[in-house]
């Protein structure tokens, strides 16, 4: 595989999110995306052969953040249906209709191709917010979506010549 270069940096409001799991893939249009962060714990030992008495570090767990979305309101509820199929109705319990889906967050480079993809693995919604109404603003109304993932791949697309 030929080395993959970029000679600018990506931009951080060039992007798009594809959603895999549920039939085709779902193109959404977000306003903020954050939250990749991954931490691997591990455990401090001694090698039995080390005369020195020095700890060294074993990995033992990685654990990733939720990861959170925010998006203007649209008449779409894709998303809304997939975040109340994992939470209990009134009088049921939670379907959980593919709860578990795959979320690619794709950075765009200047001329509007695919550069980077975020792949966030076994992404499950757990938080839903609406934005504050309020008559005496004219702002966007919005909608914040939290998922947790169980993982993430990162590829490089090759630039076009």
Not at 14 to 29: D, Q, T
Not at 36 to 48: A, E, F, K, L, N
Not at 69 to 87: P, Q, R, Y
């Amino acid at each position: 595989m030929a080395n993959i270069v970029y000679k600018e940096p990506f931009k951080a409001f060039r992007f798009l999110v594809e959603v895999e799991g549920a039939g085709p893939v779902v193109v959404a249009a977000f306003a903020q995306f954050s939250g990749v962060r991954m931490r691997t714990h591990t455990v401090q030992v001694r090698s039995g052969s080390d005369y020195r008495g020095v700890a060294g570090h074993v990995p033992a767990t990685t654990t990733f953040e939720n990861v959170t979305f925010t998006k203007g309101v649209i008449g779409d509820n894709e998303f809304l249906d997939w975040i109340l199929s994992c939470a209990p109705g009134a009088v049921t319990a939670p379907t959980g209709i593919n709860k578990y889906r795959t979320l690619n967050i794709v950075a765009l480079d200047e001329r509007g191709e695919r550069g980077i993809v975020w792949s966030l693995l076994d992404a499950l919604p757990v938080s839903y917010e609406l934005s504050s109404l309020d008559g005496g603003q004219s702002v966007v109304m919005s909608e914040t979506m939290e998922f947790a993932i169980a993982g993430f791949k990162r590829v490089t697309q090759s630039p076009k010549p």
